[in-house]
């Protein structure tokens, strides 16, 4: 392979790996974050029961720059009458100091999340954090109260960085140089 080709085509993967750095985060919408929804609820009156556990799941998309929901699935699994899953915003209500995010399932049980936010009635500048002890699901007739719970953002898993991926690049590039160099004296050699 002659020298130029070999140098351009180094050129070219690590103009191409350059260009890729970013590729892998995706795009993302400034303000959208996801938040996993964790928490274990006691029954708070008749007929409301637990079997063994009541688990609350799931996630709930906001758009914390607007303050809107853009999405919720929040399952709940051991709760006896069974509830959820709990799929229909009904918005976003004010508990001075606290936001309640008030979602429905297609019976029309309810669940109020309450949770502490930068503007009380408002989901602006929220990032996520536990549920208050006020978080409530209510069925006709019984509810149950939190036990513990909160609005976590998944754990991003960490990317190379892109300065570590240049270098590796770059350290193809000169082993295709170091190949090419090696074969082309040991033509000259044999001459």
């Known amino acids: 392979m002659k020298r130029s080709k070999l140098v351009r085509a180094g050129i070219l993967t690590v103009a191409l790996t350059t260009a890729g750095l970013g590729a892998g985060t995706g795009v993302a919408r400034a303000g959208v ?13 008749f007929p409301a029961s637990c079997s063994p556990a009541c688990i609350l799941g799931g996630d709930i998309v906001i758009n914390n720059t607007t303050g809107a929901v ?7 699994a051991g709760f006896s009458p069974s509830v959820g899953p709990f799929t ?3 918005g976003i209500g004010n508990a001075f100091p606290l ?4 979602i ?15 503007t009380a009635g408002s989901l602006v500048g929220y990032t996520g954090g536990p549920l208050d002890p006020t978080t409530v699901l ?4 019984g509810f149950w109260n939190l036990a513990s719970g909160s609005l976590t953002q998944p754990t991003a898993v960490p990317e190379p960085s892109s ?3 240049l270098l590796v690049s770059l350290a193809g590039l000169c082993g295709l140089l170091a190949v090419h160099w090696r074969t082309k004296r040991t033509a000259s050699c044999q001459t």
């Open 33 to 45: 974050i996801t938040l996993d929804v964790s928490a274990t609820m006691s029954p708070g009156g």
């Open 70 to 76: 853009v999405s919720e699935n929040v399952t709940a």
């Open 88 to 90: 229909n915003n009904q």
């Open 99 to 102: 936001t309640v995010i008030n």
């Open 104 to 118: 429905d399932d297609s019976r029309r049980d309810s669940l109020q999340l309450v949770v502490a936010t930068p």
């Open 138 to 141: 209510l069925v006709i007739p």
């Open 163 to 165: 300065l570590l991926l």
